[in-house]
């Protein structure tokens, strides 16, 4: 006899949902005993922990705007969820986590532990999610599937929890009675399209077409809404400036002659610098965030503004545009394409090549460093040198962001960049790689992950999960000994203060050996000599690497931390208010000269 394991089981994979990552426990076996049945149409990846199965399913959400589905067992399961979750949810990512529970009749037994490993955790993922389901019957679980996927997919994505009792989960499934039955509209996101109204275009229009020096600020919601090849074909005939957040690198290439890399305090230089020139600015799918408006400096007085955003929550949260255009970013790109005359600005980007190339020396400079310890550019030069057409590279937080965002160029439209931006936590990385090397491995191409040794350190048994199913994932680790923005804000505003940032000690720790001893090939790299070899070595090898790159502490690309460290050994003023929201301000109505 089928069980309620399978009913879920086949609800998926009609969702064409080619796998789940996660860890099983005993309330959730039958939906292993479903899947397991439906392999390999349909494939259960196994974690080494919980909060592995969220990043996983986030990477893979990212890269095919499927909804990632992760599976976490009830207690302990749950309760080391929240960081996918949370991440998912800040960046727009659809995803759907089924959580186990304790039987319903246990209800009054879940506080405080008294059944074993009960806890309130619909209370508990209610605060983190788009929605959190408690499934009451075997009756309600197809419909609330439904919503889940639907809810997961809808302007504007993020994650849904759906916790489904032991005994609802072993329960019989009389597929009589009860049918499967799907809304493939959920099947990507977003599973819904609406677009502005059409006076608000026009009007938007005549704004782009009077500006003298037009700019885009291009976000994650160009990648989300699959407008990048879109947004190129306009960008390349209209020719403004582009920038891009972080999350929204990739979505116009980054070789374009306009195009001036990632706006970030961390990112790149000639973008900072010139977004403050721009007489009018385009918001397009960025939600204009701390690092991307730059502590929300941005946009200027007199700079007049045009938001993109399917939420319309986003219109003037922080700054009143001149123009909101509420829709589905693809779709809104398309009408206002259909309505643009606008030409390039031929002073403007004489302008732009003059700022570009004024910071390029001082990058490449960096990239070509001889020194030792290695600065990290050299690292990134040579990283960027090998990357194929189909290949993902993903960003742990901290500093690698910020060392990909400014020396590994995006060179085509498209997602080949991930970062966690959502909740910008360490220890992305690795598991992240897990999600996308699942695709990988069936589409081809190889996965990088870039992270300094704090953040690899959080996720390194995830390395054994990479070994296990043989993944062609690079996972290059700068080691510099230390938590480097940590150390530098200790020592430049707490006078040369160095409390629990140092992560090296007397032999180690050595990530490549550890890396040999769970399963994969591990390269150890001390003198820039060494760099490329290593990286073909890497490259080369059928399955997953570490490659260690013992690099400069000193090293960092934060422009603000450069200029700070000709003060070495004095304390400067702490910012204080500099994380305090700027004043509301309302753009202008129309376009100065």
Known sequence: ??????????????????????????????????????????????????????????????????????????????????????????????????????PLAWTSLRAKGVASQGFDQAAFFQPITKATFMVPSVAALPDLVRSAFRIATAPRPGPVVLIIPHDVMDAEWDEAAIKPTID????????????????DIIHAARLIESAKRPAIIAGGGVHGSDAAELLTRITDRIQPLVVTSLSGKGTVPETRNYAAGVLNPLGSAAAIDLIKEADLVIWCGSKASQNTAMNWTLPLPGQVTITIDSDPLEHGRTFRPTVPLCGDVRLTLEMLDAQLSAEPQAEWLARIAKVKAQHDAATSEDASSTSVPIHPARVMRALAERLGPKDVVISDASWSAGWIGVHVPAVKPGRHFLYARGQGGLGYSIPAAIGAGALLGKNGG????????????????????????????????????????????????????????????????????????????????????????????????????????????????????????????????????????????????????
Not at 32 to 52: F, K, M, N, Q, Y
Not at 56 to 82: E, F, I, M, N, Q
Not at 500 to 528: C, H, Q, W
């Open 1 to 102: 006899m089928a069980h309620v394991g399978d009913l879920l089981a086949e609800m998926l994979q009609q969702l064409e949902v080619e796998f789940v990552f996660g860890m099983p426990g005993g309330q959730t076996a039958a939906l292993h005993d479903g899947i397991a049945r439906r392999t390999p149409a349909i494939r259960h990846i196994l974690v080494r922990d919980e909060r592995s199965a969220g990043y996983a399913a986030d990477a893979y959400a990212r890269l095919t705007g499927k909804p990632g589905v992760c599976d976490v067992t009830v207690g302990p399961g749950a309760t080391k969820l929240p960081d996918g979750l949370v991440e998912a949810l800040n960046a727009s990512i659809p995803m759907v986590a089924i959580v186990g529970e304790l």
């Open 184 to 199: 493939s509209r959920s099947i990507r996101a977003p599973s819904l399209r609406y677009a502005p109204p059409a006076s």
């Open 446 to 593: 190889h996965v990088v992950t870039v992270a300094g040794d704090g953040g690899h350190s959080f996720a390194i048994g995830e390395l054994a999960t990479q070994a296990q199913n043989r993944m062609k994932i690079v996972n290059v680790v700068l080691n510099n000994g230390t938590l480097g923005w940590l150390q530098m804000w200790e020592e430049f505003y707490f006078s040369n203060l160095r409390q629990s940032v140092d992560l090296s000690f007397d032999g180690g720790p050595n990530y490549a050996a550890a890396a040999e001893a769970l399963g994969l090939k591990g390269i150890r790299v001390k003198t820039p000599d060494q760099i490329e070899k290593a990286m073909d070595e890497a490259f080369a090898h059928d399955g997953p690497v570490v490659l260690e790159v013992i690099i400069d502490p000193r090293a960092t690309p934060i422009h603000s931390f450069r200029r700070r460290l000709r003060h070495s050994g004095k304390a400067l003023p702490r910012p204080g208010t500099v994380y305090e929201l700027r004043e509301w301000k309302k753009s202008p109505d129309g376009v100065s000269g």
